[in-house]
């Protein structure tokens, strides 16, 4: 997350183009099953670690929430999330996810969107979370499934006329830095397995509530036809866990 390639002038301009970006949470193939493992926002605090643009944050406080914090790295993201957020009281912070040091025990829910394939050290931002998560918090974040970041490539396997054959899985055990290609730009990500997510999230006092592989909805697939081969392999992995003490 340190690298901040969003406040480089072109990705920005890119990823502002993506429906997720102009159109908000209803453009986004996974947001409808999010939207389910999300706990009632009613009177509560809520910290969102990587808020982007701002749109969970926003949707917190629609909901009901007393207190919203937005964090995020890009000086970018953070002013299109504040003029997005106009009238809301959302507070944003720029910084790093890897950063944060919240009093104990000062949120009732933190949320993240897509952001933690970015994180390297996932364990970290585990105690982090449970540290400032009241007991019996709920913590939901989504991010690239391990099978999606397995491979730098990040693409399908095709045949000499560009149909596309399968989604190529290789690497898988090797855990750590894959350098990809996003919107037309050199990313780095890190790669874990299934495996050490949950288990950061069991050692770090986590009890998982729900998980998910989602794919998109037929209302999605009827608006964004090209988001069709994403029922073919899981691209995200999401989870919603309880704090347990």
């Known amino acids: 997350m340190k690298e901040n390639k969003y406040d ?7 990823y502002g183009n993506m429906p997720r970006s102009v159109e908000g949470l209803n453009a986004a193939g996974e947001w409808q099953v999010l939207q389910k493992m999300l706990p009632d926002f009613e009177g509560k605090s809520v910290l969102d670690l990587g808020c982007g643009f701002g749109w969970h944050c926003i949707y917190a406080k629609q909901q009901g929430a007393k207190r919203v914090v937005g964090i ?17 009281d959302i507070e944003y912070r720029q910084m790093a996810i890897e950063d944060i040091d919240f009093s104990k025990e000062e949120f ?13 050290d996932f364990s970290l931002i585990c105690r982090k979370i449970n540290h ?23 693409d399908w396997y095709v045949d000499e006329a560009g149909n596309r054959l399968h989604w190529p899985l290789d690497h898988y055990q090797e855990e750590g830095i894959r350098r990809t290609s996003f919107l037309g730009h050199t990313v780095t990500k890190y790669h874990r397995t299934v495996e050490t997510v949950f288990n950061a999230l069991i050692d770090s006092q986590f009890r998982l ?4 592989e989602p794919k998109p909805a037929e209302e999605t697939l009827i608006a964004y036809p090209e988001m069709k081969d994403e029922k073919r392999r899981p691209i995200f992995l999401m989870v919603a866990a309880i704090k347990e003490h």
């Open 108 to 120: 009732d829910v933190v949320i993240s969107s897509l952001a933690f394939h970015y994180v390297k």
């Open 8 to 14: 480089d002038p072109g990705f920005f301009v890119s």
């Open 209 to 212: 509530r729900r998980i998910s």
């Open 72 to 88: 995020d790295l890009s000086e970018k993201m953070l002013e299109t999330a504040e003029n997005k957020s106009v009238g809301l």
């Open 132 to 154: 400032c998560l009241k007991p019996g918090g709920h913590f939901i974040f989504s991010q690239e499934h391990p099978v999606f970041t397995s491979r730098p490539e990040q």
